[in-house]
Each structure stands twice: as C-alpha cells, then as structure tokens.
C-alpha cells in the first residue's frame, strides 16, 4: 500500500490523481461541470455535480493505474476554497446550490458591515477583509434567503461546509469536519486562537453549531465508505487548493513564495511563526498546520487568471482550446497596445472591488483575435505584479526573488516569459506541474507513513525551467504604466 488517491475538486472541474510511492503521478481522471450564472455577478456549482464528478474520476484514476481500491494507502483532498455548501444533517441534501467563491451576490451586506465599523474587528480576527469573496457571507445568504434554513439550521438541522467537508461527509457517512485552511477562508475563524470566533459568527447571524470541527492538515478525517471506492480508505489530507500547492511547492521556509495560475491566481507568501497584518490590503491566512501549530502567509487572490482564457474559448468564441491562446499572442501587432481588465467578478487583491466589471482599452479596427488573447494572457502577468509589490511593501522588501509558479496555464512559455518580463524577476517553473494534487498526497501520505517527512521532501523540489527577465526597463515600465491607467478606469467606471 505505497499508492495515494489526491481529489482535487477545483472551480471547473474535478480530477484525481494517484500518486505512487516516489510522488510520481501515474493516472488521472477529470471531469469538467456545469457552471451556473443565475443573475449578474452570481456564480453557483450544483454539489450534487461535484459529489458525482468526485466519484467518477476517483474510480477511474484507480483503475487507470492498474489498483485495486485496497491499493490505495490513503486519501489526500485538496478544493476550491470559500464555495459554500449547506446541507441536511439527517440526509445529506443540500438546500441550495454550492454559492461559489467567484460570487459577489453579498456585496452589498459587505459594503453594510464595512459602512458600520466592523471591518477592523473581522481582520483582527480572521486575517480577512469584508468581501464577498469569503464564506460567511454567503452562509448567511442562504440562511436568509432560503425558506426555514434559519429556523432548521438554528434547531441544529443543517451543516455548513466549503467543499472539504461536503465531500467528507458524503465519503464517510457523515463525518462533519475541516482543515484549519479551509476554515481560515471562511470569514469566521479566529486563526490566531485556531478556534471560530462566536463574535464574528454573531455579527453573520451564522448558528455555531453548523460549522464543522477544524484538524490539521495531516489528521484522520474518517475512512471512506467501501460502497463508494470499492473500500474503506482512510482520509488523512486536507488542504484548500492554494494552500495546497504551497505544500506542493516545498515552500516551508518564510520568505518562499508560490503563485498558482488555475481559473485564478492566488500567491501565498510564506511568514512563518508570525501572521503579518497587510497594510496593502492583501490577506492574512494559515499556510498549512501541522501538529496544531499553524504556519501563516500573505496571500494575494486575482479573481479571474485561467478563466479569461476560458472566456476567450466559450465568450467570444476566438479559440477552441487554451493551447491557441500562445501561437495568437506570438501573432498579435506589436503596434497596438491592447490593455484588458478581467474584471469580470471584480477585482481582487490589492484592490477589492467587488462591483468592478471587466473592460478593454486600446482598441483599433485592426484588432482581432490575436490582439484579444495577448491582452489575456498579459492581464495575468500585470494583476500578479500587483500582488507581488504589495507583498514587497508588507514585507519592507525582504521578500524571495525568485517566485515558483504551477497550475494549468503554466504550460505556456509565452506567459511564463512575459511574466518574468513584467516583474524583472526570475520566474521558476517545476518539474511537477500538479503541485495542488501534490502538496494533498503529501499530507495523506505522509501522514500514512508512506511519504518522507518535510525536510526530506523539500529535497525532491525539482527545476523544469526558469525564465529570466529580458524586457528592458522602460518598456516594462510604460506597459506596467498603461495597466495602471487602465485599471484605475475601469473602476472609475
């Protein structure tokens, strides 16, 4: 029993992966699902979906590599963090759709709760701002706006979970638990006490005894029901997705840093034993736990990365994949100065305005395709310079230099580049692209006693390619100054 099973229940889409005794990947299974918009701004997943795409790729990665379910050693789950689900405890339906993270339905009770003083008092408290973005808020939509969901989850009827849980009770026949990094996105844990905070939870109207009891990352979550894999498998890893590529980074020392370029990007920066508070609104979060003691990050969250690629391929129809989005930005006049703001569900860190919408700037009759996803792509590179001055600014400039990056649109070279360019820093790329579904296997598997421990799995941290920065300086700063004005626009819109 050397082999470990990592669910990576991601925005849009679900795999697993099983891992082999060396870390190495040796089958995948996905699943892309329906993603639902029911009004501007809303965004929501059908849990049934995730739980059914769940068991899907689980079993076919298992039979992919050759296992039987017994093989497998243990479970490691890493998701997309702040989706909130609200389910029955005695059945397990869920009243509501999954309210996604991307959602900005509640922007109006933050912009109440802000305009009332509270702000300081939550990000005392939970290392977070006042922004849709997070748990909480939603939690409290549904119980508001649901028919006697207040009333059932008062009388101890109904459980709350990001996406961690919701699986974790339908795998285990009704465990109700989560990670301490899943909680810390919830809006209502306190991660300097490492409990949830009643004050905060009194300030939503969230019922305490919905939540679910918070582990570390390497914890026994219960065992999997044989009825669903094929046997009963132990679920010892659990980290949100960000989190977990961080641990898939090796990024354990403070000062490392790690950006994930998914339907997202979120960059987590290492601070170690302390959790620094942001003066540039970036967010305060646990990096993982282990043995109960957290290790905390600067986080820095872009709300749309991957997913302007996506809408380049569904929106406007320009790409059938996102390997056409390089050859077209190759292709794209080097004349124009086509700038776009993927402000599709507001903007992000450091700016957080959730009313802010996309727009595009610079446009000529001689614009196309080809200028429309070098835009794209380059849109990623600008929003993740932002992240990374603030972090600088936090930090007082004692930041890493170099910036380890992963998830899907790493594939591209032409970004990767560009992203070196507009940072005028190295930018390494590794040799284990899933590094999400890495750092969960390590959790799982190292818990299991099937993986090395930190010191020893660091080591294995391997190269594929760095890129170097050869823009020079005063087109990087013109560029970097036409986004600036861009994006100032798009929010004075």
């Not at 989190?243 to 987590?268: D, I, N, R, W």
């Not at 580049?417 to 590794?430: E, G, M, N, S």
């Not at 299991?448 to 823009?471: E, H, I, K």
Request: glycine content about 10%; hydrophobic content about 45%.
């Amino acid at each position: 029993m050397t082999h470990i099973l990592a669910i990576d229940q991601g925005t849009t889409s679900t795999r697993a992966i099983v891992f082999d005794g060396t870390m190495h990947p040796v089958a995948t299974a996905q699943e892309e699902f329906t993603q639902h918009f029911p009004a501007s701004g809303w965004v929501e997943h059908d849990p049934e979906d995730l739980w059914q795409t769940t068991l899907r790729t689980c079993r076919a990665a298992i039979a992919e590599a050759g296992l039987a379910p017994e093989d497998i050693a243990a479970i490691g789950i890493t998701n997309q963090r702040e989706t909130t689900v609200v389910w029955d405890k005695a059945t397990g339906e869920p009243v509501h759709n999954a309210i996604v993270w991307q959602d900005r339905r509640t922007a109006a009770t933050c912009a109440d709760l802000k305009e009332a003083g509270h702000e300081a008092e939550v990000t005392a408290k939970t290392g977070l701002l006042l922004d849709p973005y997070f748990s909480g808020t939603k939690l409290a939509w549904i119980l508001d706006n649901v028919e006697g969901a207040r009333e059932r989850a008062e009388a101890g009827e109904l459980l709350f979970g990001t996406v961690d849980s919701f699986l974790i009770w339908r795998l285990t026949g009704g465990t109700h638990v989560t990670d301490a990094t899943n909680a810390a996105r919830t809006l209502m844990y306190d991660i300097h006490k490492g409990r949830w905070s009643t004050t905060v939870c009194d300030l939503l109207g969230v019922p305490t005894k919905m939540l679910p009891k918070v582990l570390d990352c390497a914890a026994d979550f219960g065992m999997a029901q044989a009825e669903h894999l094929g046997a009963a498998l132990p679920i010892l890893g659990v980290a949100g997705d960000q989190q977990a590529a961080t641990v898939g980074q090796a990024c354990f020392e403070p000062g490392m840093l790690k950006s994930t370029y998914g339907t997202g990007c979120f960059a987590l920066l290492n601070t170690g034993d302390e959790a620094v508070s942001s003066e540039n609104r970036l967010l305060t979060t646990i990096a993982y736990q282990l043995d109960g003691k957290p290790t905390y990050a600067l986080e820095g969250s872009i709300f749309i990365a991957g997913a302007v690629v996506q809408w380049l391929r569904d929106g406007l129809k320009i790409i059938e994949g996102a390997p056409d989005t390089q050859p077209l930005a190759e292709q794209a006049d080097a004349g124009q100065d086509v700038v776009m703001v993927p402000a599709f569900t507001g903007l992000g860190a450091p700016y957080w305005q959730p009313d802010c919408r996309g727009a595009v700037f610079g446009l000529t009759r001689n614009s196309g395709p080809a200028e429309f996803a070098k835009a794209a792509l380059e849109s990623v590179g600008y929003q993740t310079r932002d992240l990374m001055e603030a972090m600088q600014r936090d930090m007082g400039g004692k930041g890493e230099a170099v910036l380890r990056v992963d998830g899907g649109m790493t594939a591209s070279d032409w970004t990767m580049q560009f992203l070196a360019d507009i940072l005028d820093a190295p930018v390494d790329r590794p040799v284990v692209l899933e590094t999400t579904a890495l750092g969960a296997a390590w959790l799982a598997g190292m818990k299991a006693g099937v993986y090395p421990n930190m010191a020893d799995f660091a080591d294995t941290w391997a190269l594929d390619r760095q890129f170097t920065p050869s823009m020079d300086d005063t087109t990087r700063a013109a560029k970097y100054g036409r986004w600036q004005r861009a994006v100032a626009a798009t929010q004075a819109v």
